[in-house]
Structures are given as structure tokens and as C-alpha cells.
């Protein structure tokens, strides 16, 4: 089993930016990054295909955040600018090894990191 570890998160001001990166311990498929709020269930944010030329955003984050890949570090990026408070949750990496199209169900991954949070407040 493929293992995840994510990095990045932390504390950040209305309007500020972080990057989360998530290593993957061997080859993956799509690679995709959840969150959760406290008090809310898991919710899709972001899934980049294995080739790294798909993509697909959630519509609040849309023109905001971007994902990207490096497939030589088994690395998934995840640049989020213009933070607002409601993007304070865990944020979470996984993974899928279909190869295959992108999906936004969360049961359709294989792998899943232990999380990393991200906090936006004044």
C-alpha cells in the first residue's frame, strides 16, 4: 500500500497564500486533496490525473488554488492564494491507482493521508 504524507499547512491571514505538498511512498494514479471542516463531511477540493494534464476544482476554489504533480518525486502540490475563512479545515491527500479518469467520490481512493490543517483567520 502506497503510503501519503502531506506538509504545508498552518495559520494564514484573510487574502494570504500556502502550499500543501503530498509525497507519495510509490507511483500513483489521481491524486486529489479533501477537507474537512469541523462539523461537516469530507468534501472534494481538487484532483490532478496521473499524466498530470487533467484536472478538476470544486467551484469555491476555482481561479484560487491550483494543483499540480511532479510524477520523478511521487509529489502532488497544492497552491492555494486568496485564502478566505472559510477555507479553515483539514486538508487531506489522496490517492487512486485506476489510472483512469478523475473522480470526486471519496470511496473511489485507495490511499489517503493523515492530514495536514489549515487555518485562515485575522
Known amino acids: 500500500q502506497v503510503q501519503l504524507v502531506e506538509s504545508g499547512g498552518g495559520l494564514v491571514q484573510p487574502g494570504g497564500s500556502l502550499r500543501l505538498s503530498c509525497a507519495a511512498s510509490g507511483r500513483t494514479g489521481t491524486m486529489a486533496w479533501f477537507r474537512q471542516a469541523p462539523g461537516k463531511e469530507r468534501e472534494f477540493v481538487t484532483a490532478v490525473s496521473w499524466s498530470g494534464i487533467a484536472t478538476k476544482y470544486t467551484d469555491s476554489v476555482k481561479g484560487r488554488f491550483t494543483i499540480s504533480r511532479d510524477n520523478a518525486k511521487n509529489t502532488v502540490y497544492l497552491q492555494m492564494n486568496s485564502l478566505k475563512p472559510e477555507d479553515t479545515a483539514v486538508y487531506y491527500c489522496?490517492?487512486?491507482?485506476?489510472?483512469?479518469?478523475?473522480?470526486?467520490?471519496?470511496?473511489?481512493?485507495?490511499?489517503w493521508g493523515q492530514g495536514t490543517q489549515v487555518s485562515v483567520s485575522s
Open positions: 489522496a490517492a487512486d491507482s485506476k489510472f483512469g479518469a478523475i473522480t470526486t467520490t471519496p470511496t473511489e481512493y485507495d490511499c
